[in-house]
């Protein structure tokens, strides 16, 4: 399963979605989110349902990311 979406906000090691559902679309800690507009990617440490925490810090608001299971 792949997810697509954008962010809508910009926070420090964080990936916000607040029309995704992370914790019921099956993201876990552990797997990698890449941002898909400057080609970098990170290790998801933490879900909550509309935020992720990152280990680096590679999104600002409107980019483009995918999580792959």
Do not use: C, R
């Not at 926070?11 to 990698?32: E, P």
């Not at 970098?40 to 509309?50: G, L, R």
Request: charged letters at 10%; proline letters at 1%; hydrophobic letters at 40%.
């Amino acid at each position: 399963m792949i997810i697509v979406g954008n962010t809508t906000a910009t926070l420090n090691n964080y990936l916000v979605d607040i029309s995704k559902s992370f914790i019921t679309s099956g993201v876990i800690s552990g797997q990698i989110v890449h941002n898909i507009v400057n080609n970098t990617y990170a290790n998801i440490t933490n879900v909550a349902p509309t935020d992720l925490t990152l280990d680096a810090d590679i999104f600002i608001s409107g980019d483009v990311y995918e999580i792959k299971n």
